[in-house]
């Protein structure tokens, strides 16, 4: 179900996170890549079940030369942070916190006295309100102390604070909540019918009710499931994925000797921004070697025991395969999601591969590439005059706001609130958590907004992402808590929606064919990583569990199987006699080592096709359906998690459960824009 971290992006980190993964959509101003990411997974439980024990996922860090130190550069002083003070506590430390959290076990305890054993006698809408209210100030908590570490993951003593308050929120839920959603997963039907027609009101929780009962063939006893929430702050998984997380965040990489050292963020920000070959193929290499070693060993480590956790909980909760605990958390069927991979594969890669040798042909007439490297798959297409200067905060505000304006003028209101409000986070800071999401918290207090903001176009895509997420959060409010989180099916509607609305409005004003085949590049490639590559990264998880039943995983067979998924979705590289586009896949073996949807949200990666490929297909619905499509969209986003991908979609006559679907979408998108570039490419003599 969809879990609470994982609520954290599309609710605490809404998209893990494109942000390494995605070049997004802004293009001129934009070539985006956003993080979010992803809610993260707990057991199999509803997300705002899980929500408390479970840390937000974390987007990768990054640095050059690999030096795990954290003596920073000076960091920009006239960026907005953010204001948490809504939250109501003067600071992590205080004695105002473990207050309301003692209070809230007082509020937990008479809970369940009341009301377990007794739900098909007692009011099941006021028990399941009263429930709502204490998870609120729990989520309250546990939100504010994220937050205040992920722009201080440097201070030892905050992490402690937030270990220990995280423990204690682990016993008040395995103690005195946890029996609540088994309870009402084993309801007689019958009592529960009774229940719907004594009160209609009940009606309103539906969706939350449908949901926990979903669950209840994946269910353990109360004891065993009591054990494991109780246990995980101290053991598994989250103790050693943090530390990860943690050795990420404190990179360093350095050029040159005499360089200064970034981190990981900056450094793959210079990548994919830089014209020079040479300089691109220099931070890959320094990237990779600096994964390598005790930085991959860590990540392998932390992988193979999430992986094994995954496979044990499967069994002993009876899955069918291995994505369908992911896919009931999505509420969506297995056969849809086969559906779409294998989509992906018959229509994606062959478009992929014509992208790419579309891309390769005009960086060897503009750049005088020798080879086509893993290095310049992101890179910029410098012609149509584009600028690579710096682009300030304000201005970068100006352009999402006039981009979300085209579209909803109520969107566009509720992105200028957020900045109004300091609900972001500006600076790429160090001791900052990498990456960017979206925190939805609870209505009424979220959402908040992290980024690493460096001035680049990609950062400007970032922000109009995230804001999408924030937005989303903002009218799915009305549904409250337990039921505004949205299927992670659609988590990424409105983000990628307001991408691809300023993506066409510049296309439309660009002055000349070289700066409309700069956006257009820019744009496939947001697309291409978020179907393709996501899919290959689905592929390297499904490679890395079916092996995991063996034993535990070693940092160089991961290495193997993610160098294998790439040659199965881009083709065998140019050098070795393959039919890839890419003469050399050289540096990149190590690269999935800082992937932390794998950590956090394992088989989360296929959202980020889904979404795309419906946003696109959305979009192209808007164009020939425009008179009521704003109150559509709104409507669908504003029903948060009460309906599933299929009713959400339907009142735009699309239907994602068709054998077909994909393949249309496929080409209806991704490959339309192929068309468009590949055409006024040979019409400016880049290609034949």
């Known amino acids: 179900m969809k879990d609470l971290a994982l609520i954290y992006c599309l609710g605490l980190y809404g998209v893990l996170m ?166 009402v997963a084993e309801l007689d039907d019958a009592i529960l019918a009774s229940q719907y027609e004594n009160d209609p009101s009940l009606t309103k929780f539906k969706s939350f009710i449908d949901e926990l009962r979903r669950q209840k063939p994946h269910n353990l006893s109360k004891d065993v499931e009591r054990a494991l929430t109780v246990r995980s702050p101290y053991v598994g998984n989250r103790p050693l994925v943090s530390f990860f997380d943690k050795e990420l965040s404190l990179m360093r990489f350095k050029l040159d000797e005499d360089g200064e050292e970034v981190n990981m963020e900056v450094l793959l920000s210079r990548m994919q921004s830089s014209n020079d070959a040479a300089f691109r193929a220099k931070c890959l290499q320094v990237l990779n070697d600096g994964l390598a070693g005790s930085v991959s060993r860590t990540a392998a480590l932390s992988l193979s025991s999430v992986v094994g956790g995954w496979l044990i909980e499967n069994k002993e909760r009876k899955y069918i395969n291995l994505r369908s605990r992911r896919n009931l958390d999505n509420n969506c069927p297995d056969e849809v999601v086969d559906s779409l991979l294998v989509g992906v594969r018959s229509a994606g890669i062959p478009l992929c591969k014509r992208f790419y040798t579309l891309k390769k042909g005009i960086l060897q007439k503009t750049q005088g590439l020798d080879k086509f490297r893993w290095s310049d798959r992101n890179a910029p297409i410098d012609i149509g005059g584009v600028s690579n200067e710096k682009i300030s905060w304000d201005a970068a505000v100006a352009m999402v706001k006039k981009g979300y304006n085209q579209f909803s003028p109520k969107m566009s209101e509720m992105f200028v609130s957020m900045v109004e409000e300091k609900r972001i986070d500006v600076p790429a800071a160090n001791g900052k958590k990498g990456g960017a999401y979206c925190a939805g918290v609870i209505p009424g207090v979220g959402p908040f907004q992290l980024l690493n903001f460096d001035g680049t176009k990609q950062d400007v895509a970032t922000l109009a992402h995230e804001s999408g997420h924030g937005v989303h959060d903002i009218l799915a409010y009305e549904q409250g808590y337990l039921q505004y989180h949205p299927p992670l099916t659609l988590a990424e509607t409105a983000s990628i929606f307001g991408e691809m609305i300023v993506f066409r409005d510049l296309l ?68 070795a006699g393959g039919d890839s586009p890419f003469d050399s896949y050289e540096n990149t073996s190590h ?31 808007f164009l020939t359906n425009k008179e009521g499509f704003e109150g559509r969209l709104l409507a669908l986003l504003s029903a948060g998690g009460t309906k599933d991908f299929a009713n959400a979609l339907g009142p735009f006559g699309l239907d994602p459960t068709s054998s077909t679907f994909w393949t249309e979408a496929l080409t209806a998108h991704l490959g339309e824009l192929v068309n468009e570039a590949e055409k006024i490419a040979k019409e400016l003599g880049y290609v034949e």
């Open 18 to 183: 494109l942000r390494f993964f995605t070049r997004s959509v802004l293009s001129l101003i934009v070539a985006s890549v956003s993080t979010c990411p992803a809610r993260s997974s707990s057991a199999s439980r509803p997300a705002f079940i899980a929500a408390f024990a479970q840390s937000p996922p974390s987007a990768p860090s990054t640095s050059c030369q690999a030096t795990m130190t954290a003596s920073v550069a000076a960091e920009s002083t006239d960026l907005p942070r953010w204001d948490l003070s809504r939250f109501g506590f003067s600071s992590p430390f205080s004695d105002e916190i473990d207050s309301h959290l003692e209070e809230t076990a007082k509020l937990a305890e008479a809970f369940k006295a009341k009301y377990e054993g007794k739900l098909g006698e007692l009011s099941l809408l006021s028990a399941i309100q009263e429930y709502e209210e204490i998870s609120k100030r729990k989520t309250l908590v546990s939100s504010y102390l994220h937050l205040s570490y992920d722009v201080s993951l440097d201070d030892d003593t905050l992490k402690k604070r937030k270990g220990a308050l995280s423990q204690r929120q682990s016993e008040i839920y395995g103690d005195n909540l946890e029996w609540f959603s088994l309870d």
């Open 508 to 575: 439309a004003q660009s002055s000349s064919k070289e700066e409309e085949l700069t956006l257009l590049m820019s744009k496939i490639d947001d697309v291409v990583n978020s179907v393709v590559r996501q899919c290959s990264f689905d592929r390297f998880e499904e490679l890395v569990h079916t092996s995991r039943e063996k034993g535990e995983l070693s940092a160089d067979e991961l290495d193997e199987y993610w160098m294998s998924a790439l040659r199965e979705y881009y083709g065998k590289e140019g050098d």
């Open 591 to 621: 690269l999935w080592s800082y992937v932390p949807h794998f950590h956090h949200v394992p088989f989360y990666v296929y959202s980020y096709a889904f979404a795309d490929l419906v946003v696109g297909t959305l979009y192209n619905n």
